[in-house]
């Protein structure tokens, strides 16, 4: 591939032309209250990740027929 040049519109800045504005101690993160979350929505929400899933066995038996890639 060939390279690009770099556009002429927006040149690299410097780092020392950098401007973070007025950055001071300010207020700090804002508090907020805890949230409650209902445990039977939670639950609803995650019930289909717990289903029992095939063990490393059953995966493997659905496998035994496979054919490897003809070209390795």
């Not at 039977?40 to 019930?47: A, P, T």
């Not at 995966?59 to 490897?68: F, I």
Request: glycine share 8%; charged share 30%; net charge positive.
């Amino acid at each position: 591939m060939e390279e690009k040049k770099p556009s002429p519109e927006s040149p690299p800045t410097s780092l020392v032309d950098l401007d973070f504005g007025e950055i001071g101690p300010g207020e700090g993160p804002k508090k907020r209250p805890p949230r409650f979350l209902d445990p039977r929505i939670v639950d609803e929400h995650f019930r289909p990740l717990l289903t029992n899933l095939p063990g490393p066995e059953a995966r493997w038996k659905s496998k035994a027929n496979a054919r490897p890639f003809p070209g390795l």
